[in-house]
Structure formats: C-alpha cells, structure tokens
C-alpha cells in the first residue's frame, strides 16, 4: 500500500510537472516568467517551509518543551510581515532574480559573492538535513524490508525530483508544491482523526484534555536563563523568518515570481499566518500521542523524533498498520519533497547567476541542477554518519552559523549608508561564526548560560560590527 500510494503520487507531480513546463525558458527555471497567481504561491509555500523535520520532530517537542515552540512561531509572524514591507519591495523594486545581487549594488562584488556562497552552503547543508528524514522514514517502512540499501534509497528520490524539476524549475514548484501541501495537511489531519479515534474520545473531550494538559504550557517569562523563555524565542523567531525567509533565495525565488508587489506581499502575509495554527496541530498530535502512550500502559521513553514514528511501528501486525503507515509516508513525503526540490532549484539558480554570471546559458543550468542532485546525495550521506542531535535543532543549529553573516551584511545595507571595504567582507563573513562558537563556548563553561536560537543574533551583530570596524580602519 505504501508503494502503491507514493508511486501515485509520483504520478500526479509527473503529470503537474508536464503541463507546467510546457515551453519552458531559463526565464521560467529561474522566475516562472513572473506570471504566477498569488494565492497558489502562498498555499503551495505552508509545505515548503514546514518541510518533513517539522512533521517529525515538532510532535516530539512536548517531550522536552511542552508547546513552547509556539513561542518561536509567534515571532515568525511578525517577522513575514517585516519581509513583506521591508525586504520585498526592495527586491521588486531592484528587478532582482537573485537576492543577493543587492549585496553586490550595494557593498560591492566580493560581498555578493561571499552571500550567494554562504547561502550555496547553508542551503545544502539545511536541505540534506530536512531530505534526510523522508529517506530514513522510507528505508524504515519500505526498502528495509525488501533488502534495498540505504545508499540507494537516498540517490532514486533525489533523482525523482531532478526528473520534475530539470525542465520547469521553479514555475514547475509553484503548482506541485501546492499538490505536496494539500497531501501534507490532509495526511496530519486523517492521522490526527485516527489517533482521537483510537483513544475512544469525542473531539469536544480531546480539545479540552490537550488544552488542559501540562504538556500544552506555551509561555515561559519566568526563566531567563532557560531557552524556552519567551522573548528569546519571539524575537529569535522573527529574525530566523527574516534569515531563512527573507534573506534565503529558496524561500524568495517563488515570491518573486508574483506578477506584482501586492500580490507578492499578500502572498507572503496569508501563508506566515497560517504557521501558528498549522504548529498548533502537530503539536496537540504530539500530546494527543503521548495520553495515546499512556493509556495503552506504555513507557513514553523514546526520543522527541521518533514520537510519532514509534506509535506507527506500534500498529504493526494490526489491520490498521497500513493504513497508519500509509498516511504517515504520505505525509513526509509531501513535506520534505516540497522543501527538497526548491532547494535543488535555488542552488543551480545561485550558482548558473550569481556565481558564474551566466543566466542564460540553459547548457550550464542543465549540468549545474544535475550536479547540485549529485552532491545532496552525498551531503545526506554524510549527515547520517554524523547526526546525533534533534532535526529541527540541528536545522537551527546551522542557520545559527551560516546565515549569521547574511543576517549581518543585509542589515549593514539597509539600515547604513556607509560603504565597506568590499576585500575584507569574505574573511569578517568566516570570522564571525568562529567567534559565535568561542563566545558560545565560554558562556557555556564558564557562566553556565546556554545560547538557543539566539546565536543567530549574536552571529549577525558580530559580521555588522565587524563591517563597521573595516570601514573604519579604511577610512
């Protein structure tokens, strides 16, 4: 049944991929000729950015931190609203293809290689992170079984989404990312209906037994120190929506391809909403797991990720397994496919136009998608012998160092009009991470303070401040 689901699902996304890339252009790879509708941008952009950690991992978190990830989720609103009016009307304004050819008009040619260069690697690196749970999911409830190794589990599904995307690019995104949206929620939710209907409870009785749980506190003002306090993850939460959102050329290429600045703003505001009820969900699923666990006179000793997957594996051998099992394959597939093929688009995008400055060249892009495929291979490869952490952590982990100087060089352009010494940005932009980490360190052993999702400030006023110095010191 699993087999037979994805395999239709491949189908369907063939099929949008076909008619979506008919007369296809670099023009259309790279902006979808700038005609697409607002409103299926904004529904297909919910699956892209939730992606297949956050179907994993966000349940797992009440284990851990009850539903204070709200917290962080309420300051990604405002931090679309602060894309949407600030960052948005700047690139509309600039014509921009690539966002970070404003790094170049405005600080010079070595900055704007050295962002597209950060993103190249924070991008990859965050993408194999989110890519590597559809594959561990699959191997688990599928090829494991049919003695299929990992290796090649990993290399057919990245080759299924160069097959989609190779000719349309991102215009091709814009309508199977709406496909992978509607098939994401509508799995959580058939899940959601079966867990309430295995614990015997009338929805009315399991809204109010979540919400009056211990695991359903979301604020915590209380504890400064803590890393669930609530303004280090409000504010924390706004300025990773302006990094991985507004400063990352996966999350704005399909924006920009809005035929206007209000559509594209209207775009942006309705899908940030939609963020905290559709956190909401996958967080009651979470406490809704756990009372499932308890009832059935189970330990809840598994970690925060294998939560839900653990109850899956629990329906085995019941008539209910393939069901269960389906819906959850369903489901990461969706979500992390819808994060994966973008990613792969705005990687060759950077590289064909920012990196070797040839957006027409349609031979380059073809060999450039192809090989982006080659290395996200290895990438989740290489993340599977090293992985040791939470997903959702360790995607926020490395947006911590490596989009920390992003977070830096843009702010330093809009909110100064001082010019840079433009050969100096590549070393402050390598710097201010190696300082990020001593800093962390120090704080750590020796004043017991643990940084969370704040290292990303921290990182971004190190790259501004050392900007400063350099003009300073050219002067």
Not at 200 to 225: C, E, M, N, T, Y
Not at 287 to 294: D, M, N
């Given at each position: 049944m699993i087999i037979a689901i994805v395999l239709f699902y491949f189908a369907l996304l063939f099929a949008v991929s076909r008619w979506s890339s008919r007369r296809a252009t670099n023009e259309s790879f790279y902006r979808a000729d700038r005609r697409s509708p607002w409103y299926m941008v904004a529904f297909g952009m919910v699956g892209a950015s939730i992606s297949g950690v956050t179907f994993v991992s966000v349940p797992g978190m009440v284990l851990n931190s009850q539903m204070t990830y709200l917290q962080t989720c309420m300051g990604f609103v405002l931090g679309y609203v602060t894309v949407a009016f600030v960052l948005l009307p700047l690139y509309y304004r600039l014509n921009l293809t690539s966002i970070y050819a404003y790094l170049g008009q405005r600080l010079g040619r070595r900055s704007h290689k050295t962002g597209s260069a950060f993103f190249l690697l924070s991008k990859m690196v965050g993408a194999a992170v989110k890519f590597y749970v559809v594959c561990i999911i699959l191997q688990r409830f599928v090829f494991d079984q049919i003695g299929v190794p990992f290796v090649f589990t990993v290399a057919g599904l990245v080759m299924l989404i160069w097959l989609y995307t190779r000719k349309g690019g991102v215009k091709t995104l814009v309508w199977t990312d709406s496909l992978q949206t509607l098939c994401l929620f509508g799995a959580l939710l058939l899940i959601i209906y079966n867990v309430v209907?295995?614990?015997?409870?009338?929805?009315?009785?399991?809204?109010?037994?979540?919400?009056?749980?211990?695991?359903?506190?979301?604020?915590?003002?209380?504890?400064?120190?803590?890393?669930?306090?609530?303004?280090?993850?409000?504010?924390?939460?706004?300025?990773?929506v302006v990094v991985m959102t507004g400063l990352d050329q996966d999350m704005m290429q399909k924006n920009l391809t809005c035929r206007t600045l209000r559509e594209a703003q209207k775009d942006m505001c309705c899908y940030g909403l939609a963020f905290l009820p559709a956190n909401l969900l996958f967080l009651s699923l979470g406490?809704?797991?756990?009372?499932?666990?308890?009832q059935h006179g189970m330990s809840v000793s598994v970690m925060g990720d294998e939560l839900l997957p653990a109850y899956i594996q629990s329906a085995a051998g019941s008539s209910l397994f393939s069901l269960y099992s389906s819906l959850f394959v369903l489901g990461i597939v969706a979500a992390s496919f819808s994060s994966a093929d973008s990613a792969l688009t705005s990687l060759t995008t950077i590289y064909c136009v920012d990196i070797r400055e040839r957006p027409d060249d349609e031979r380059l892009r073809k060999v450039v998608h192809l090989a982006m495929c080659v290395l996200f291979v290895l990438f989740i490869l290489l993340f599977k012998t090293v992985n040791s952490t939470s997903l959702i952590d360790a995607i926020y982990l490395i947006v911590s160092y490596t989009y920390g100087p992003l977070l830096g060089m843009f702010a330093f352009g809009l909110l100064t009009r001082r010019a840079v010494n433009d050969h100096i940005v590549p070393y402050i932009a390598v710097a201010s991470p190696l300082v990020c980490y001593a800093i962390d360190w120090l704080a750590a052993n020796v004043a017991d303070y643990h940084f969370g999702y704040e290292l990303l400030m921290l990182n971004g006023m190190l790259t501004f401040a050392g900007l400063w110095l350099t003009k300073l010191r050219a002067s």
């Open positions: 209907d295995d614990l015997g409870l009338p929805w009315g009785d399991a809204v109010r037994k979540v919400s009056q749980s211990d695991l359903s506190r979301v604020f915590v003002f209380d504890d400064w120190v803590s890393r669930q306090n609530f303004w280090k993850m409000f504010v924390s939460g706004m300025f990773i406490v809704l797991l756990v009372f499932w666990y308890q």
